[in-house]
T-cell receptor, first 113, second 115 residues
């Protein structure tokens, strides 16, 4: 079955600290992988995507993610978190042969000054 | 990326009433997607709206409860019918990116609270 797991429901970090949000997926074909951010009261904004090529992808706002096929993972990282990064983060998976995305349950990031 | 506008941004509704959510895109798109995000939950696809044909509903969603219109290539509506408190959610309209790499772009959502 196709699915996305985000094991961490809630993460708290100090401003300036590094961040890694975990995402594991199950998908029968070559996956397209995405990270979205949702600030309070807002829709979803695409941070970055992987569909082929270099397994380390760079996104907006200083985020990056690494696709590891052997681990079925697509973890999101940022070297130094800013207070404005506090939000909900969603990992999603899709494929070349489908218009649908399957979303994880999200990780809520809290940033302390 | 496409600019997607939704109305209303939020509303408080009475049980048993219906509410129509509008979605306007600044470019022509073949498919539009309606998602539901229940409180504290992830996103679930309700249906895919194609211009000129009936919407395609996902398992667990039916046309009588969530009728959809798609009169042209830039506009769609989703109606939430005969609402109950369980329908309190954020409803999001989305479209595919133009690069064929599967990403979706979302409107800011319509937050419905049913009393």
């Amino acid at each position: 079955a196709q699915s996305v797991t985000q094991p961490d429901i809630h993460i708290t970090v100090s401003e300036g600290a590094s961040l890694e949000l975990r995402c594991n997926y199950s998908y029968g074909a070559t996956p397209y992988l995405f990270w979205y951010v949702q600030s309070p009261g807002q829709g979803l904004q695409l941070l970055l995507k992987y569909f082929s090529g270099d397994t380390l992808v760079q996104g907006i706002k200083g985020f990056e993610a690494e696709f590891k096929r052997s681990q079925s993972s697509f973890n999101l990282r940022k070297p130094s978190v800013h207070w404005s990064d506090a939000a909900e983060y969603f990992c999603a998976v899709g494929g070349w042969n489908t218009d649908k995305l399957i979303f994880g349950t999200g990780t809520r990031l809290q940033v302390f000054p | 990326s496409a600019v997607i506008s939704q109305k209303p941004s939020r509303d408080i509704c009475q049980r048993g009433t219906s509410l129509t959510i509008q979605c306007q895109v600044d470019s022509q798109v073949t498919m539009m997607f309606w998602y539901r995000q229940q409180p504290g939950q992830s996103l679930t696809l309700i249906a895919t709206a194609n211009q000129g044909s009936e919407a395609t509903y996902e398992s667990g969603f039916v046309i009588d409860k969530f009728p959809i219109s798609r009169p042209n290539l830039t506009f769609s509506t989703l109606t939430v019918s005969n609402m109950s408190p369980e329908d309190s959610s954020i409803y999001l309209c989305s479209v595919k990116g133009e690069w064929g790499t599967g990403e979706l772009f979302f409107g800011e959502g319509s937050r419905l609270t049913v009393l």
